[in-house]
């Protein structure tokens, strides 16, 4: 089976502080990861992915996240929050023999003025 | 700009109607998904296809909910009969295989906002 974990309902960052939003993931082989964002109302928007090679991924909006294997691991990072990044966060795994996505429950992201 | 549409965006019905929910994927994308959003479940995969093919359909209420591709431009999801806790945000989303069974990122319509009374 595989499954994501987002341990964090909410995470709350000042404007212009770094922020963090955790993604554990548990597949059988090497994984395809993704995270994806949703602002109210609307669906879900394509951030980035790790399929193959260097474990610092860069994405929209000046996103990036890190593979790590031992740890199994891909968190989602952004040097300097904006309050418009405040919105629901999903990270989600694909594991070698399935075909589909699995996601994680979502993290809500608030960044104050 | 190629975007994932579905309609309506908002449905509001009594228990027991029948509900459609329709699709239009990206075009030359060859898989389609189903997914339902709520609070308490989070976002849950209903649906699969791949080359208008259905192969899995195991997240899904089989009494009630059916999930067709009459062609690669139309996707539909149908309720019959709806309930109450039917009431949920309703995606679609679309995307790429390639030959070697690598899947691409998934594109998400807008979504459907299914409220049963």
């Known amino acids: 089976a595989q499954s994501v974990a987002q341990p964090e309902d909410q995470v709350n960052v000042a404007e212009g502080n770094p922020l963090t939003v955790k993604c554990t993931y548990s597949?059988?082989?090497?994984?395809?990861l993704f995270w994806y964002v949703q602002y109210p109302n609307r669906g879900l928007q394509f951030l980035l992915k790790?399929?193959?090679?260097?474990?610092l991924v860069k994405g929209s909006y000046g996103f990036e996240a890190e593979f790590n294997k031992s740890q199994t691991s891909f968190h989602l990072k952004k040097p300097s929050a904006l309050v418009s990044d405040s919105a629901l966060y999903f990270c989600?795994?694909?594991?070698?023999?399935?075909?589909?996505?699995?996601f994680g429950k979502g993290t809500m992201l608030l960044v104050s003025p | 700009d190629a975007r994932v549409t579905q309609t309506p965006r908002d449905k509001v019905t009594e228990m027991g109607q029948e509900v459609t929910m329709r699709c239009q994927p990206i075009?030359?994308?060859?898989?389609v998904f189903w997914y339902r959003q709520t609070m308490k479940q989070g976002l849950e995969l209903l649906a699969y296809?791949?080359?208008?093919?259905?192969?899995?359909d195991s997240g899904m209420p089989k009494d009630r909910f059916s999930a067709e591709m009459p062609d690669a431009t139309l996707a539909t999801l149908k309720i019959q009969p709806s309930e109450p806790r039917d009431s949920a945000v309703y995606f679609c989303?679309?995307?790429?295989?390639?030959?070697?069974?690598?899947?691409?990122?998934?594109?998400f319509g807008p979504g459907t906002r299914l409220t049963v009374l």
């Open positions: 989303a679309s995307g790429s295989e390639t030959l070697a069974g690598g899947l691409n990122e998934q594109f």
């Open positions: 597949v059988s082989g090497n994984p395809y």
């Open positions: 790790y399929i193959t090679g260097d474990n």
């Open positions: 989600a795994v694909r594991g070698p023999g399935y075909s589909t996505l699995t």
């Open positions: 075009l030359g994308h060859n898989t």
């Open positions: 296809f791949r080359n208008r093919a259905p192969l899995d």
